[in-house]
């Protein structure tokens, strides 16, 4: 089955600077991946995705890279705000098998001002 | 439009008790799915529902049980509760199965369920 681990638990950035938060994946017939942002007392929201025939995909402020050679990808937050303050996951999942997203445990990012 | 809702938002219920939580998802998706989060095991899934059937279900137990009705709505039961089903249930709505279509499932903000 897939299991998706994220590197860090918590993460604290400075406003202003950028953020990474990193996140690997067991499966590799996964093939899309997805990022959410989870505030207090909230649900997750999405925030970027990404296919495996892409290594990059950019948002806005936000860019996923992502290295189908060592099942790993990353997400990168441009000048990190306070209100980036959240919890982060990263979900993979196998498209072609018609199975669920499967969730990492999560990275807390906390922006000091 | 209208978000996914979730009823009741918080609930407190003893051992050996059941509990029977709501989801209403955006309207126009067929897709509902239901999710525990704990801090230590993160959101772990538990099913999906697609056109009032079960498209896939996650690794719990049986007590764990959820239906969805044909105006997509649906619902998730705890029979017997134990201290450990204590946790956020979340549930996602999505216009396809499993949301991988459109990439984006639309989460509520949960119902939290405390077992004493």
């Known amino acids: 089955g897939e299991s998706v681990g994220l590197h860090l638990p918590t993460l604290s950035v400075q406003e202003g600077d950028n953020s990474i938060i990193n996140c690997a994946y067991s499966n590799s017939a996964s093939d899309y991946f997805i990022w959410y942002k989870q505030e207090s007392g909230k649900g997750p929201q999405f925030i970027i995705d990404i296919r495996s025939n892409m290594d990059k995909r950019q948002g806005q402020r936000v860019t996923v890279l992502l290295n189908k050679t060592v099942k790993h990808l990353s997400l990168q937050i441009a000048a990190t705000q306070p209100g980036d303050s959240a919890v982060y996951f990263c979900?993979?999942?196998?498209?072609?098998?018609?199975?669920?997203?499967?969730f990492g445990t999560g990275t807390r990012l906390q922006v000091t001002l | 439009k209208a978000g996914v809702t979730q009823t009741p938002r918080y609930l407190i219920k003893t051992r050996g008790q059941q509990v029977t939580l709501s989801c209403s998802p955006i309207?126009?998706?067929?897709?509902v799915s239901w999710y525990q989060q704990t801090p230590g095991q993160g959101l772990q899934f538990l099913f999906e529902?697609?056109?009032?059937?079960?498209?896939n279900k996650g690794n719990f137990p049986g007590r764990f049980s959820g239906r969805q009705f044909s105006n997509s709505r649906s619902e998730m039961n705890v029979s017997t509760l134990e201290l450990g089903d204590s946790a956020l249930y979340l549930c996602?709505?999505?216009?396809?199965?499993?949301?991988?279509?459109?990439?984006?499932?639309?989460f509520g903000e949960g119902s939290r369920l405390t077992v004493l």
């Open positions: 309207s126009g998706h067929r897709s």
């Open positions: 529902y697609f056109s009032e059937t079960q498209r």
């Open positions: 996602a709505s999505s216009q396809s199965a499993g949301g991988l279509d459109t990439g984006e499932l639309f």
């Open positions: 979900a993979a999942v196998n498209t072609g098998t018609a199975s669920k997203l499967t």
